[in-house]
């Protein structure tokens, strides 16, 4: 069993930059894909970044690359989500998932969810 607990949300203006933490509970945080979904209102949820835990090439959604950055610190248990030139339409709920499996299936653990609000 894993619990993620997300932080670092927040009001933010167009332009500007805001890093989210997910810190894991529970055994072998290595050995577990994480990724950072997102959802608007009306909207569905969407995978953002993700990474394994054993390193290799993340996955970014075509609407953050060259924006967003995931990382981990295993030693921590934390995965990180740095975003930076953030528009109004990363307006969302993000959430942290773990999973088992590849970077775009498979996510059976999630967090709480953190509000992030990108307005002037």
């Known amino acids: 069993q894993v619990q993620l607990v997300e932080s670092g949300g927040g009001l933010v203006q167009p332009g500007g930059s805001l890093r989210l933490s997910c810190v894991a509970s529970?055994?072998?945080?290595?050995?577990?894909?994480m990724g950072w979904f997102r959802q608007a209102p009306g909207k569905e949820r969407e995978l953002v970044a993700a990474?394994?835990?054993?390193?290799?090439?993340?996955y970014y959604g075509d609407y953050v690359k060259g924006r967003f950055l995931i990382s981990r610190d295993n030693a921590r248990n934390t995965v990180y989500l740095q975003m930076t030139s953030l528009k109004p339409e990363d307006t969302a709920v993000y959430y942290c998932?773990?999973?088992?499996?590849?970077?775009?299936?498979?996510?059976?653990?999630w967090g709480q969810g953190t509000q992030v609000t990108v307005a002037s």
């Open positions: 990474n394994h835990g054993w390193g290799g090439s993340p």
């Open positions: 529970g055994p072998a945080f290595n050995t577990y894909t």
């Open positions: 998932a773990a999973s088992r499996g590849g970077l775009k299936i498979g996510y059976e653990y």
